[in-house]
T-cell receptor, first 112, second 111 residues
Framework: EADIYQTPRYLVIGTGKKITLECSQTMGHDKMYWYQQDPGMELHLIHYSYGVNSTEKGDLSSESTVSRIRTEHFPLTLESARPSHTSQYLC???????????FGQGTRLTVV | RKEVEQDPGPFNVPEGATVAFNCTYSNSASQSFFWYRQDCRKEPKLLMSVYSSGNEDGRFTAQLNRASQYISLLIRDSKLSDSATYLCVVNMNTGFQKLVFGTGTRLLVSP
């Protein structure tokens, strides 16, 4: 089992609220990623990090922001949630970009 | 052209059948290839890495064809529990390195 954890697993929140999705890994991986996935649809990379203080936007434009202050922690923040942000958010990490990525169990976000 | 392309399926097969999926990739410089499995509403999990010489893990066989830029996954003696979406994953070295996921191929194994 991969040692990467996401909290909360499920979140229902009202429009306009600020939320932070947590992602932590205990494997010492430098590379971390956030993906967004709607039901039955493909994964979209929205943010990635190559290490501490390194963050980049992914292929899919997202209003969320990320930070990487510690190797093991890669939180994602939405300043003002909207119904269009309703989706599943998956965090992953890998040793290098050439090795397999391990995924957390995901956060299923619903904005009402 | 998408960086990684897969037939979305679904592939409907009976138990015991052999089924194969292909995946094509656009970047000839790609070096790492993987097959992941994703169950409904779950996170993707690594099924197997794909090596240049091909590799086998029980009923699953993965192969790489660099000349034609595709990888394949063969599942023999399909089980009901094999029903899932199979994601092809390739690393891309265009500007920055990243893992690119295909859209996935859905497999439905019926009794």
């Amino acid at each position: 089992e991969a040692d990467i954890y996401q909290t909360p697993r499920y979140l229902v929140i009202g429009t306009g609220k600020k939320i932070t999705l947590e992602c932590s890994q205990t494997m010492g991986h430098d590379k971390m990623y956030w993906y967004q996935q709607d039901p039955g649809m493909e994964l979209h990379l929205i943010h990635y990090s190559y290490g501490v203080n390194s963050t980049e936007k992914g292929d899919l434009s997202s209003e969320s922001t990320v930070s990487r202050i510690r190797t093991e922690h890669f939180p994602l923040t939405l300043e003002s949630a909207r119904p269009s942000h309703t989706s599943q958010y998956l965090c992953a990490s890998s040793v290098t970009v050439n090795t397999e990525a391990f995924f957390g169990q995901g956060t299923r976000l619903t904005v009402v | 052209r998408k960086e990684v392309e897969q037939d979305p399926g679904p592939f409907n097969v009976p138990e015991g059948a052999t089924v194969a999926f292909n995946c094509t990739y656009s970047n000839s410089a790609s070096q790492s290839f993987f097959w992941y499995r994703q169950d409904c509403r779950k996170e993707p999990k690594l099924l197997m890495s794909v090596y240049s010489s091909g590799n086998e893990d029980g009923r699953f066989t993965a192969q790489l064809n660099r000349a034609s830029q595709y990888i394949s996954l063969l599942i023999r003696d399909s089980k009901l529990s094999d029903s899932a979406t199979y994601l092809c994953v390739v690393n891309m070295n265009t500007g920055f390195q990243k893992l690119v996921f295909g859209t996935g191929t859905r497999l439905l194994v019926s009794p």
